[in-house]
């Protein structure tokens, strides 16, 4: 394999999933713009991730994790590093009938997840069914629809931390907050969660999933290519109102809009770049702040081309 010499130690290493050069990014995040990354790195167990954290700690390479990339967008100049990604013995998930637990590895898919909690009749996670993404990014956004959040069904969290190595947080060590967890402030990869649902009822269970379901497509353009919500709702209000009161729906630039279907949804309906996104992402918010004086803040996590998280204010000299 060529690699770059950089990453000479990385063939030395031996792993399941060779690493993979200079990759598009379109594949690997929801919204698809076509940057790329220098190299793909999927990990499939404990002992390549520790592999791959003591070679890249000594290295000081640059990379960054990503569950289904549902909620991030790469800049034009696309990743300097390494893009890595969980596969294999993460995505397992373990029941515990007497706890009535799950115990998921953090690249399974919300939905399997739910999928598992429906076949034993466990309610409490039917908010899981809709959205797209895995348990560890859910768990770094503390993502939530129809009510409940991640921080609702989290008894505790595995993860790999670069200087003290494995650890355990329990559901108040995590600090969830709106779209947020304290796992966005460290530099960290989570690689498991215990879950924690109620005794239920199945035909309830699907009547929730159903209503779920049927509420996205009719009021959100769920077979588009979108990151979700762009914005956070400010305080009793909501981005997608303000949004579309400016007018603004079915407006953007190149191949980015703004969803006829919900305003606070930005659709790549081509090839959409990321000058495309941000000029739309920076439309709105410029718009809502001249009408209403409130001042929009990014859901979508940008990530720049060192692998940092680029916030919206300064988004303006970002190409
Ligand atoms: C159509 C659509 C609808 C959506 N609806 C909702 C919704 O209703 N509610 C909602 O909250 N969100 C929603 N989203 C946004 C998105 O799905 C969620 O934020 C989701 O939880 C992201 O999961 P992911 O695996 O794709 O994470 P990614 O987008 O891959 O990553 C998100 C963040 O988590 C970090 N991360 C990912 N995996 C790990 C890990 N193993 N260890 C450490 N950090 C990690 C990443 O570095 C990044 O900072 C929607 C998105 C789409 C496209």
Not at 32 to 38: G, Q
Not at 116 to 137: C, N, R, Y
Not at 155 to 173: P, S, T, Y
Request: proline fraction near 2%; charged fraction near 25%; hydrophobic fraction near 40%.
């Amino acid at each position: 394999m060529d690699l770059p010499k950089k990453y000479q130690s990385l063939i030395e290493a031996k792993w399941i999933v060779p690493p993979i050069l200079n990759v598009s990014l379109s594949s690997y995040t929801s919204f698809r713009c076509n940057s790329r990354a220098e190299l793909l790195l999927t990990l499939s167990n404990q002992n390549e991730l520790r592999q791959f954290l003591q070679i890249s700690t000594k290295k000081s390479w640059i990379w960054i994790i990503l569950g289904r990339g549902s909620n991030c967008i790469f800049t034009d100049q696309g990743l300097a590093g390494i893009l890595v990604s969980l596969r294999g013995d993460f995505k397992k998930i373990v029941c515990d009938q007497k706890s009535q637990t799950l115990d998921c590895g953090s690249a399974a898919l919300n939905f399997a997840v739910f999928r598992e909690a429906k076949k034993l009749s466990w309610q409490g996670g039917e908010f899981l069914s809709t959205i797209p993404g895995t348990i560890g990014g859910g768990i770094a956004m503390n993502a939530g629809a129809y009510g409940r959040e991640f921080k609702d069904i989290i008894l505790e969290v595995g993860f790999w931390d670069l200087d003290d190595g494995a650890q355990i947080f329990d559901n108040m060590d995590c600090q969830f907050t709106y779209r947020g967890s304290i796992f966005h402030k460290k530099k960290i990869i989570i690689t498991r969660a215990i879950l924690k649902f109620d005794e239920g009822d199945f035909a309830e269970i699907d009547r929730n999933q159903a209503k779920f379901l049927h509420h996205r497509k009719t009021k959100q353009p769920i077979h588009s290519a979108t990151w979700g919500s762009v914005f956070m709702n400010p305080k009793n209000n909501s981005a997608g109102s303000l949004i579309e009161q400016c007018g603004l729906k079915g407006k953007g630039f190149g191949n980015a809009k703004i969803s006829e279907k919900h305003a606070n949804f930005i659709e790549n309906t081509g090839l959409a770049s990321f000058q495309d996104a941000k000029l739309t992402i920076l439309m709105a918010k410029d718009r809502v702040y001249k009408k209403f004086g409130i001042s929009l803040n990014l859901e979508v996590i940008i990530i720049g081309k060192y692998g940092k998280v680029i916030s919206v204010d300064k988004l303006d000299d970002v190409i």
